[in-house]
């Protein structure tokens, strides 16, 4: 399905090219989980050097096993998921982060006008990392990824000059961490298993890459966590080199003493400071063994023999043999995900054939009650209008589009005649509360798409104050009942979908101390529903933080934002 033309397949380099100077050629930076790969992409982002470190995990493996129908027309959408997509930063999943942070407004510029040449999705990953490495004026990046080792030829086809690097520890240290970094001090429930897993994933991550480094020299190295963190100044200097980096840069950041070290007096070093023995002398004893030879576990053993050719098969029998129901769990949302995917490619085809040629796009301002939308809105309008866009801002509920609550008046007086009255009475609340909801659906696609298409016809961008999108989270927030909610569900796929929305995110607790309209937990409630939302229907957005910002510059950001996107999408019209 994500096949290239004949045209794209010319542009994509040979087995070995490089269309970059030596040493600045993309890295991926690979392993084990704990092994310090987080580490050296920040050393690498903070540091002197022409190769800029993406501090969150590049999630390539992902990607790489979805399919996208229809792809060059879905193409915007997956950038704008990946920029969008969280990221969990610490073991109990409270923090996240999204690589939206570390991106600039010229990278969501360039999404209005991408370069035909990028024909898959891992392609599209790398060019999206090529503009974070650009704004910091950087040559290239590096990045990490779960075991990118097991998937780097293919990778390798899709990113021009692609390196790797592998990083690995004490495998004793590797799996301590992996056992216990979510339940220390705690044994996890399934311990044998993940144990198993654990040494069965480090023997394959060494064979393949004593593999791929036969075969790319140069291209892939292994790096050793231990000697890094011991100062070795062999190590550091491989590793400046590699990665054209200060070698005091790689020195400081790895100049500390690591939680879930080994040390076979005092056993191993705990999250608390405290040494303990986390590993069984009998763990201890597989381990040795394993690193002198192959597992001999009678069904890990030869897979991990058949992973030095096909890891990502071997890698997936694995999977079945310890964690079966998971697996097909894991079966179930793939598939989920791929009929997800086809429909937003027949809606993204749909939707290029239904929009004319030369149509302005129009833009929503979303965020909580209180948050100042409609000031924002104002502030915008008037920004754009000075550099020359005609421009109209206007609240989606415009005079008459009001989706109203007849519904919940059911029993109101009527001058219906008496059999209408008596088949109303006989008819179940839900159908007539649905009945409703799809009749005041349609009046408020009516209204507010008249005003839309009108203000669109005058040559002019519409800024909307909430659209659709901020009715469904109303009724999800205020628990309202299935047949007020499925209505607008509904519209929310048959509305026209803007070119960005643009979330406000704020503290809960300010917005509520500026408007006590609701409370901070309800506001927190609205954001993280609109979020959701905004994600399942696979719609281009972007937070705006307003933390300690006045609404003058979040006004000036988003228009700064929406102008190069006029602009680039004028240029592939000219073009």
């Known amino acids: 399905m994500n096949r290239l033309s004949p045209q794209e397949r010319s542009t994509v380099p040979a087995e070995g090219a490089s269309c970059r100077p030596a ?144 990083m690995r520890r004490d495998p004793r240290a590797t799996i301590a961490a992996n056992l216990f970094w979510r339940s220390y001090p705690d044994a996890p429930p399934d311990r044998r298993k993940r144990f198993l897993n654990a040494l069965f994933l480090l023997n394959l991550s060494d064979a393949v890459t004593e593999r791929l480094a036969r075969k790319y020299p140069g291209s892939v190295v292994r790096f050793s966590f231990d000697a890094l963190v011991k100062g070795d100044s062999e190590e550091l200097r491989r590793v400046s080199e590699f990665f054209d980096a200060g070698i005091d840069a790689i020195r400081d950041a790895f100049a500390f003493e690591p939680h879930f070290a080994f040390d076979t007096a005092r056993g191993t070093l705990g999250p608390d400071g405290q040494w303990t023995a986390l590993l069984s002398d009998a763990e201890i004893a597989e381990i040795a063994e394993a690193e002198r030879g192959p597992m001999r576990h009678p069904i890990l053993g030869p897979l991990v023999r058949l992973g030095r050719h096909a890891p990502n098969q071997a890698r997936a029998l694995a999977d079945f043999y310890l964690y079966p129901s998971h697996i097909l769990l894991r079966q179930a949302n793939a598939v989920r995900q791929i009929l997800k995917d086809t429909r937003a490619g027949v809606d993204a085809a749909n939707l290029a054939a239904r929009t004319p040629d030369g149509a302005r796009p129009f833009f929503v301002v979303s965020g909580s009650h209180g948050v100042g939308k409609t000031t924002t809105v104002e502030l915008i309008t008037r920004n754009l209008a000075a550099r020359g866009h005609p421009v109209s801002g206007f609240h989606h509920r415009v005079k008459g589009s009001k989706i109203k609550s007849r519904s919940n008046n059911i029993g109101a007086a009527t001058t219906a005649p008496i059999w209408k009255r008596a088949l109303r009475r006989l008819t179940p ?78 503290d809960p607790d300010q917005v509520h101390a500026r408007k006590p309209e609701m409370s901070a937990s309800q506001i927190r409630g609205y954001q993280e529903l609109m979020l959701r939302f905004l994600s399942q229907l696979q719609l281009p957005h972007l937070n705006i933080d307003l933390r300690d910002r006045d609404a003058e510059q979040v006004s000036a950001e988003i228009a700064d934002i929406i102008d190069a996107q006029l602009k680039a999408c004028a240029g592939v019209r000219e073009a």
């Not at 469904?472 to 927030?477: A, I, K, S």
Request: aromatic share 12%.
């Open 23 to 166: 040493g600045q050629t993309p890295i991926l930076i690979g392993g084990t989980g704990r092994t310090g790969k987080t580490l050296l992409t920040i050393a690498l982002k903070d540091g002197p050097g022409q190769i800029a470190g993406f501090p969150l995990e590049g999630v390539f493996h992902t990607y790489l096993k979805r399919r996208f129908p229809f792809f060059m027309g879905q193409r915007p959408r997956l950038a704008w998921e990946y920029i969008n997509r969280p990221r969990y930063m610490d073991a109990a999943r409270t923090h996240v982060e999204r690589p939206s942070k570390y991106l600039g407004p010229q990278t969501y510029t360039a999404i209005a006008s991408l370069p035909q040449k990028i024909g898959h999705q891992i392609k599209l990953i790398g060019w999206i990392l090529d503009r974070f490495a650009e704004a910091g004026g950087r040559q290239s990046w590096a990045a990490f990824d779960l075991h990118p080792e097991f998937r780097y030829v293919a990778y390798r086809r899709h990113i021009c000059g692609l390196r790797l690097a592998v």
């Open 429 to 506: 609340k839900s159908l007539r509360g649905l009945r409703t909801g799809l009749r005041d659906a349609r009046h408020y696609e009516n209204i507010l798409g008249t005003e839309i298409r009108a203000v669109q016809d005058r040559g002019e961008i519409v800024i909307l104050d909430r659209y659709i999108y901020d009715q469904l989270v109303d009724t999800r927030l205020w628990s309202r009942p299935w047949y007020q909610v499925w209505p607008i569900a509904r519209l929310c796929r048959r509305m026209p979908r803007p070119a960005m929305t643009f979330f406000l995110d704020d």
